[in-house]
């Protein structure tokens, strides 16, 4: 198994910068990726962006491109959104999921963490 634990977010002005975490702990030999998912209330669940776990490779959703970025340190096994330039519509919990295998499910998840970004 595959434990996840998220830390930061919190409240922030319109324009400003929040990063949230992941810590990854467990059988971390078993993931193939970490991707990052918000839901904004009365919003289905949403690609926000992806890590391949063994070489760094990233991917984002087209419309969050330039604005969010995605790392990681291979020593603590975390992995970081840093998020710019927020507005308002990117009030969400944001949730960091692995997955075993390319194009397979989200097997684990974090609890979320809540990032609100005020006008």
């Known amino acids: 198994q595959v434990q996840l634990v998220e830390s930061g977010g919190g409240l922030v002005q319109a324009g400003g910068s929040l990063s949230v975490s992941c810590a990854a702990s467990?059988?971390?030999?078993?993931?193939?990726?970490m991707g990052w998912f918000r839901q904004a209330p009365g919003k289905e669940r949403e690609f926000v962006a992806h890590?391949?776990?063994?070489?760094?490779?990233?991917a984002y959703a087209d419309s969050l491109k330039g604005r969010f970025t995605i790392s990681r340190d291979n020593a603590k096994d975390t992995v970081y959104l840093l998020m710019n330039s927020l507005k308002p519509e990117d009030t969400a919990v944001y949730y960091c999921?692995?997955?075993?295998?390319?194009?397979?499910?989200?097997?684990?998840w974090g609890q979320g963490a809540q990032v609100t970004v005020s006008s």
């Open positions: 999921g692995t997955r075993s295998r390319f194009g397979g499910d989200y097997d684990y």
């Open positions: 467990g059988r971390t030999s078993s993931i193939y990726g």
């Open positions: 890590m391949r776990w063994n070489d760094g490779s990233t």
